[in-house]
C-alpha cells in the first residue's frame, strides 16, 4: 500500500499568511495526486487534482506543485474561511489512501 | 446541479448488517466510476471501495473485504453498499463519491450518512 505522510499535522497562521503543508507518498504516484479540504461536518470539497490542476471554481489562492513521491498545497493568502482539515489523496494504486491530514486554524 | 444522496444510516448491532445507497442526479450515472469512503469520529478518511462503469468490477479496502460488497443500478441512478458482519470500528460517516471520466480523481462528493455499530 502507498503510505501517505502529510506535514505538519496542524499549524495555527494569521489572516494573509501564506501557508504550505507537504505531502511524501512511500513510492512515486506519477502526479495521481488530489487534495481535499473539509469543514467541521461538512463534505469533503475537491480543490486540486493531477497534482497541480486547479478544479472549477476553486479559488487561485489555492495551488499545488511537486512531482514523484513530493508533493506541496500552497494557501497564498490565508482567509477565515480557509479554516479546514486539508488531506492528500493518491488514485495511482489500490488500495487508494489518504494522508493524515492538516488542520489549517487562524490566529 | 450534480447532487450525489446518501442514506441507509443508523444504528446496528456488532455482527448485524445495514445497506447504504447513494442517489445521484445532474449527471450520466452510467458514464462514472463511483467510490464508497468512511470516516471513522474524530479520524481522517479511508477509502471503502470502487466500482467500475460498464464492467462494474470492484476493488475494496483490506479492512472491508469480504463483508462489504458495492453495486450500482444505472436505470435508478443508484449505488449501494451492503455491509455485512459489521464491527465496532466501521462506525463512520460513509460518504459516495464520483470519479472524473477520464483522470480518475474524486471531483464531487455526497454528504455522507452515519452508521453506529454498537450493542
Known amino acids: 500500500d502507498v503510505q501517505m505522510t502529510q506535514s505538519p499535522s496542524s499549524l495555527s497562521a494569521s489572516v494573509g499568511d501564506r501557508v504550505t503543508i507537504t505531502c511524501r507518498a512511500s513510492?512515486?504516484?506519477?502526479?495521481?495526486l488530489s487534495w481535499i479540504q473539509q469543514k467541521p461536518g461538512k463534505a469533503p470539497k475537491f480543490l486540486i487534482y493531477?497534482?497541480?490542476s486547479l478544479q472549477g471554481g476553486v479559488p487561485s489562492k489555492f495551488s499545488g506543485s511537486g512531482s514523484g513521491k513530493d508533493y506541496t498545497l500552497t494557501i497564498s493568502s490565508l482567509q477565515p474561511e480557509d479554516s479546514a482539515t486539508y488531506y492528500c489523496?493518491?488514485?495511482?494504486?489500490?488500495?487508494?489512501?489518504f494522508g493524515g491530514g492538516t488542520k489549517v486554524e487562524i490566529k | 446541479e450534480v447532487q450525489l444522496v446518501e442514506s441507509g444510516g443508523g444504528l446496528v448491532q456488532p455482527g448485524g448488517s445495514l445497506r447504504l445507497s447513494c442517489a445521484v442526479s445532474?449527471?450520466?450515472?452510467?458514464?462514472?466510476?463511483m467510490d464508497w469512503v468512511r470516516q471513522a469520529p474524530g479520524k481522517g478518511l479511508e477509502w471503502v471501495g470502487r466500482?467500475?462503469?460498464?464492467?462494474?468490477?470492484?476493488e475494496y479496502a483490506a479492512s472491508v473485504k469480504g463483508r462489504f460488497t458495492i453495486s450500482r443500478d444505472d436505470s435508478r441512478n443508484s449505488l449501494d453498499l451492503q455491509m455485512n458482519s459489521l464491527k465496532t470500528d466501521d462506525t463512520a460517516v460513509y460518504f459516495c463519491?464520483?470519479?472524473?471520466?477520464?483522470?480518475?480523481?474524486?471531483?464531487?462528493w455526497g454528504k455522507g450518512t452515519t452508521v453506529t455499530v454498537s450493542s
Open positions: 463519491a464520483r470519479r472524473h471520466t477520464t483522470m480518475y480523481y474524486m471531483d464531487v
Open positions: 445532474g449527471f450520466t450515472f452510467s458514464d462514472h466510476y
Open positions: 466500482i467500475r462503469n460498464k464492467a462494474y468490477t470492484t
Open positions: 513510492q512515486g504516484i506519477n502526479n495521481y
Open positions: 493531477a497534482a497541480d
Open positions: 489523496q493518491q488514485h495511482d494504486s489500490y488500495p487508494l489512501t
